[in-house]
C-alpha cells in the first residue's frame, strides 16, 4: 500500500483538476469519475485532512492540480470525464513513462515531491547500455572497473576486522558481505579511509572513461541526454515541488520537440573525487529559437545502496540543473523557456 503522504499528494492533484469549488467538497463527494480510487482512500485522506498534519501537502497537491487544469498546455478549464490513478499498481515488463496519473486516456501526469533523482539503475545498464534497455547486473561494478583499487580497500577492512573472510573480494558470499556491512558500520579507520578515497576516485575516473567510450557519435551522445532527462515518445507532465519546495509544472516534451527547438552541442562527463565514487555529466545545448546557449549538468552515485560491501552497487542520477530550467522541460505557467 503506497504511504499516506504519496495518497495525498497523487490522488488529491488529480481531485483538484475535477473543478470542484475547494478541497473538502471534492473529499466528500468521492467523484465517480475518478477511478481505482477505493473509500477506504478517501476514508484515509479525509482523517489526514482533519488531522491537520499534512496541511502543507494536501494545498500543494491541490495547487499544482489546479495549474493542471487550467492551463493551456493542460485541461484549459474543461473538468475531466475520466481520472485514474495508478496507486500501487506496477505492471510486469519495463513501463517507460513515469505516470501516476492518467486523465481522460490521453493526458500521463507524474507527482515528483522534493526528489532531483532521474533515475536508478545498475552502473552496467547506465554506463555501458546507456539507458537503452532496463535490467539489473549481477556483476559487481568495482570489480569491473577499478580491480586494484577495490582489492586492496578490502584488504585494508579485512585487516581491520579479522575474522574469518577470504583473500580475494572476489570470493565474497552473502555471509562474507553481511559480516562487513555489520563491521564496518560505524566507520572505517584512517588506512581504509584512504584506500577508499583511492577507489572512489577510481571508479568515478573509470566509469566516465567507459561512458564516454560508448558516446562516440553526436547521435548517441543526443540520445543520451534524452534518456537521461526521460524523454519518451508521448509527452506527459510532471506536477510536483522541488527539494526546496519550488512548486514544479512543466510538460516533457518528446524528442521530436527536442529536436525542433534545440541541438546538443557537446556531452561531457568526468569523475569528481567527493568520498564515494560519482561521475560528473553536463550538455551545452543551442536553443535555436532564441539563439542563445544552455547548459544542463547533474551527477551519477555510484555506491553500495545498503552499507559497504553490501549487494552490488547501484548507479543513481541525479539532475542539478533547476527543472524549469532545463531544455526539453515546459513550463505550463508563463513563457516558455
Same mark, same amino acid.
Given at each position: ?25 471534492? *473529499? ?54 475520466? *481520472? ?37 539503475? =545498475? ?181 553500495? =545502496? ?32
Amino acid at each position: 500500500m503506497p504511504a499516506l503522504r504519496t495518497e495525498i499528494t497523487e490522488i488529491v492533484t488529480g481531485l483538484a483538476m475535477l473543478g470542484y469549488s475547494d478541497l473538502d467538497h471534492a *473529499l466528500s463527494v468521492r467523484p465517480h469519475v475518478v477511478h481505482n480510487v477505493t473509500d477506504d482512500h478517501f476514508a484515509r485522506l479525509s482523517a489526514a485532512r482533519r488531522s491537520g498534519d499534512f496541511d502543507d501537502e494536501f494545498r500543494l497537491a491541490w495547487t499544482n492540480g489546479f495549474t493542471f487544469a487550467a492551463a493551456d498546455d493542460g485541461l484549459r478549464g474543461r473538468p475531466p470525464w475520466r *481520472l485514474e490513478w495508478k496507486g500501487p499498481h506496477r505492471p510486469p515488463g519495463y513501463e517507460q513513462l513515469p505516470a501516476d496519473l492518467r486523465v481522460d486516456h490521453v493526458y500521463l501526469i507524474s507527482c515528483k515531491y522534493g526528489s532531483n533523482i532521474l533515475h536508478n539503475t =545498475s552502473p552496467a545498464n547506465l554506463f555501458d547500455r546507456r539507458l537503452a534497455e532496463r535490467g539489473g547486473s549481477g556483476a559487481d561494478w568495482f570489480a569491473e572497473v577499478a580491480p586494484e583499487a577495490y582489492q586492496a580497500f578490502y584488504d585494508v577492512c579485512r585487516t581491520d576486522l579479522g575474522g574469518d573472510l577470504p583473500g580475494r573480494v572476489s570470493d565474497l558470499d552473502a555471509g562474507h558481505r553481511a559480516t562487513l556491512k555489520a563491521g564496518l558500520r560505524s566507520g572505517l579507520s584512517e588506512a581504509a579511509s584512504e584506500a577508499y578515497r583511492w577507489l572512489a576516485a577510481t571508479v568515478g575516473t573509470m566509469s566516465a572513461r567507459r561512458w564516454l567510450e560508448g558516446l562516440d557519435t553526436p547521435a548517441r551522445r543526443r540520445e543520451m541526454l534524452w534518456r537521461l532527462l526521460r524523454l519518451e515518445a508521448a509527452p506527459y507532465f510532471v506536477l510536483g515541488a522541488a527539494a526546496d519546495g519550488t512548486p514544479l509544472h512543466y510538460r516533457l516534451g518528446t524528442p521530436w520537440d527536442f529536436d525542433e527547438r534545440f541541438a546538443v552541442r557537446s556531452f561531457d562527463a568526468w569523475g569528481d573525487a567527493v568520498g564515494q565514487p560519482l561521475v560528473r555529466w553536463r550538455a551545452d545545448i543551442t536553443d535555436k529559437v532564441r539563439g542563445s546557449r544552455r547548459r544542463v549538468e547533474g551527477h551519477v552515485e555510484v555506491r553500495w =545502496s545498503h552499507g559497504r560491501f553490501a549487494n552490488v552497487p547501484e548507479a543513481k542520477v541525479y539532475l542539478d540543473t533547476a527543472h524549469h530550467d532545463v531544455a526539453g522541460y515546459f513550463p505550463l505557467t508563463g513563457d516558455q523557456p
